[in-house]
């Protein structure tokens, strides 16, 4: 079944470590995005991705980093210059820009 | 600035009941409206509206798009526990591949 795989389900960060959060779809879609929820919010953009070796920041980036080698890969790196990292964090795709989003089950993300 | 909003941020309902989601919004070059629904993870897609007028249905599910006015409405009839769940909005422009989300509402369904 085609679809997309974020890991890990949890993870937690140290204070001054980077972090690295694992996007990986098969639906062969072009266009690959991040979002960070935090409780009762809806979603907030952090970075985007419309094709290989591309990718915009979005409303949120500071503090995130990504990178785009691969179509299937989409990973992101939380930094230790983001102070606020507690969030749940959700990978998707999509064909093209205004069809429906594919999302993953999302990575949790806390400060230990 | 592109702006969704959607209301109320939260409904209790009881089973049986229909219940009526807003999203509003003020975009530039329109390009489609999109319906999510999200339970405890990944949003899982329900509607995606491109022309004014026409309504899209789905079992209990309706939603329909008002361009001149910017608004979309989601309706749920005889609604079921299993209709809990956080509903997003999202909207898209022409020109970029962005995807603009409101902060959701959280619908709560009682036995």
């Known amino acids: 079944d085609g679809g997309i795989t974020q890991s890990p389900k949890y993870l937690f960060r140290k204070e001054g470590q980077n972090v690295t959060l694992s996007c990986e779809q098969n639906l062969n879609h072009d266009a690959m995005y991040w979002y960070r929820q935090d409780p009762g919010q809806g979603l907030r953009l952090i970075y985007y991705s419309q094709i290989v070796n591309d990718f915009q920041k979005g409303d949120i980036a500071e503090g995130y980093s990504v990178s785009r080698e691969k179509k299937e890969s989409f990973p992101l790196t939380v930094t230790s210059a983001q102070k606020n990292p507690t969030a749940f964090y959700l990978c998707?795709?999509?064909?093209?820009?205004?069809?429906?989003?594919?999302f993953g089950d999302g990575t949790r993300l806390s400060i230990l | 600035e592109d702006k969704v909003v959607q209301s109320p941020l939260s409904l209790v309902v009881h089973e049986g009941d229909t219940v009526t989601l807003n999203c509003s919004y003020e975009v530039t070059n329109f390009r489609s409206l999109l319906w999510y629904k999200q339970e405890k993870k990944a949003p899982t897609f329900l509607f995606m509206l491109t022309s004014s007028g026409i309504e899209k249905k789905s079992g209990r599910l309706s939603s329909i798009l008002d361009k001149k006015e910017l608004f979309s409405i989601l309706n749920i009839t005889a609604t079921q526990t299993g209709d809990s769940a956080v509903y997003l909005c999202?909207?898209?422009?022409?020109?970029?591949?962005?995807?603009?989300f409101g902060t959701g509402t959280r619908l709560k369904v009682l036995a």
């Open positions: 998707a795709s999509s064909r093209e820009g205004f069809q429906p989003q594919h």
């Open positions: 999202a909207l898209t422009t022409s020109g970029t591949y962005k995807y603009i």
